[in-house]
């Protein structure tokens, strides 16, 4: 609704720019009034208030009466309600990527559809048909519920092969949904039954299926599929959602310049999630350092091009995370900054042990100060014979999230997501419209207002 007064807005700034300039009055106003900012739209999945200030305490110095500045800091312009078309409160990554994506609420589970399970039109087709660029980072599978329910329709976010399918047809004539497609979900498009990846070359699209082939590529289309499925966890390999991030912007940047329109991206930390159902602190404090790196990567592109929008939300919370655990008031950050490794690692390097290694393999790992009770309970896990594949790492997990939680003052009380409200940042022509209470379908309204007045 208030999308049209900041099209006015421009117009006006031009008018009374030309007018005390006295130059070029009538076509500067028109071409002012017609540049539209791109859009960053950035999901930190799972990404509460709670989350944030993890990061924030992890990476001041404890004791040092003050707090270490975070990019978060000076952009935080108001919260936001992420509820589903369900009866709960608690949503999903899909309902609420649909809203945030849409404006539209859905049931959970639906990519891109409503709750008659008809397809929605999104931001990013929007922008598309009005000629934007578009495109999507993240590091998980791009066949995951956020990025899919920005490009694709689906009912259910576990069709996963069709999604990548939804990717790989042409939505018009040599064009593509996205211009720029960057994370795993190699499997999804490489698979028994359809091989997407030669076909999408013969028509024009330029794979990469690491990091570092992105650097010899200097025009759109491009998919970037760096892993089967997931990338790995920040704490467990180097971290790579600031880097992609950069490619996007150039590769977008150098499509803007010959189209003359802007862009819509969407960046997802995609990670900061999974950390959360896992409920393991020092895995989720580096998702969010590295969605932190991505977010500096966004502002330096926004400082050097204002004409930029950057919105940053979370879809939900995850895990129900406190900083404070059993009755201490303590919250030992010190000590979630010296784990060396995930969760998902350590359980299955135990799984691949003899109880008389563990205290050799984990000691580095963990770094925290176990006692033997400790390393007893550890050494005693028994997994049960009729768990197979990952389930087997479960009874591991459940006795070092409770050992970290003991060293650490981490409190969990789900693995899986939460109904409280997340964080709104935002900077850049429009981000005054974020500012204060509103609902997660409110974000998407927004930002699809703002593409349509164009
Ligand atoms: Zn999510």
């Not at 050799?360 to 033997?372: E, G, I």
């Not at 070092?400 to 003052?409: A, G, K, N, Q, Y």
């Not at 997501?417 to 850049?428: N, Q």
Request: proline content about 5%; overall charge negative; glycine content about 8%.
């Amino acid at each position: 609704m208030r999308a049209p007064s900041n099209l006015f807005k421009y117009a006006l700034i031009a008018t009374s720019i030309s007018l005390v300039s006295g130059c070029q009055p009538q076509p500067q106003a028109t071409a002012t009034a017609a540049e539209a900012p791109n859009i960053i739209f950035m999901v930190g999945d799972g990404m509460g208030f709670e989350f944030i200030s993890a990061y924030r305490y992890a990476h001041s110095q404890l004791g040092a009466g003050a707090l270490t500045p975070t990019v978060f800091d000076d952009l935080l312009v108001g919260a936001a309600t992420t509820y589903p078309d369900d009866a709960t409160w608690v949503t999903d990554s899909a309902a609420a990527a649909t809203a945030l994506a849409a404006g539209v609420k859905s049931y959970n589970g639906a990519i891109g559809v409503n709750a008659q399970q008809q397809p929605i039109t999104t931001l990013m087709e929007l922008a598309k048909q009005q000629g934007w660029g578009t495109g999507a980072v993240v590091s998980v599978q791009v066949t995951h519920a956020t990025p899919a329910a920005f490009f694709t329709h689906h009912p259910s976010r576990r069709m996963y092969d069709e999604i990548a399918d939804s990717y790989a047809q042409q939505v018009s004539a040599g064009q593509w949904s996205f211009d720029v497609l960057l994370g795993g979900g190699y499997s999804h498009f490489d698979r028994d039954d359809k091989n997407w990846l030669p076909e999408l070359s013969a028509q024009g699209m330029q794979i990469a299926t690491s990091v570092e082939q992105l650097d010899s590529l200097e025009k759109t289309p491009v998919l970037g599929l760096f892993a089967p499925l997931a990338l790995p966890h920040s704490i467990d390999a180097e971290p790579q959602l600031a880097t992609m991030t950069e490619h996007a912007l150039r590769l977008l940047s150098k499509q803007q310049q010959s189209t003359g329109k802007p862009f819509a991206l969407m960046v997802e930390g995609s990670l900061i999630d999974w950390c959360g159902h896992a409920n393991d602190i020092a895995c989720a404090v580096h998702e969010m350092a590295d969605f932190a790196q991505a977010i500096e990567v966004v502002l330096n592109y926004q400082r050097q091009q204002p004409n930029t929008l950057v919105v940053i939300t979370a879809d939900h919370s995850t895990g129900g995370l406190t900083l404070g655990q059993g009755g201490e008031y303590a919250w030992h950050s010190d000590k979630v900054m010296a784990i060396k490794g995930s969760l998902e690692v350590m359980t299955r390097g135990l799984l691949e042990r003899q109880p008389n290694e563990f205290r050799d393999y984990l000691s580095p790992l963990l770094n925290l100060p176990l006692n033997d009770a400790q390393w007893q309970r550890i050494e005693s896990v028994q997994v049960p014979a009729e768990l197979t594949g990952r389930a087997r790492q479960a009874p591991f997990a459940g006795v070092l999230v409770e050992i970290i939680s003991e060293h650490t003052r981490t409190g969990w009380t789900t693995t899986g997501h939460t109904a409280v409200d997340v964080p709104v940042l935002a900077i850049g022509p429009g981000a005054e419209k974020f500012r204060g209470y509103q609902d997660n379908t409110e974000i998407g309204q927004r930002l699809m207002e703002l593409i349509q007045q164009q």
